[in-house]
């Protein structure tokens, strides 16, 4: 019962994120970043989660690529990005990684991104 009641927070937290991407694309805190720093900037965000996860050196590979290709994104401003972060979500949970986890990243990464600014 717990878990399911997190995934729901999760599930309606992830979706205020993707929300706040689509109605104000020119807050993105990543926008127009060099693409190296924006991947480590993400990377950085994401990484103590993943420690804290405890995955396989196969899952952490998977959520760097996941990350590297949600950090080409994130650097745009278009008013469109919910909807590449959703096919980019689709294409990953395909390729085997969990929605559940990949939602937690992008939920971190915005957490994290939005802090520091």
Sequence with gaps: MEIRAKTKSLKRYFEAVL???AEKPEDNPFALIEQSECENRCW?????VINLLGLSLVRQNQCRWFIRELARLLRTNSPFLSQHI????K???NLGLEMEL???LVCELYQAAKGKE
């Design 91 to 93: 294409k990953w949970q």
């Design 86 to 89: 959703r096919f980019c979500l």
């Design 19 to 21: 929300t706040e991407l």
């Design 44 to 48: 950085q965000a994401v990484l103590p």
């Design 102 to 104: 990949m939602q937690l």
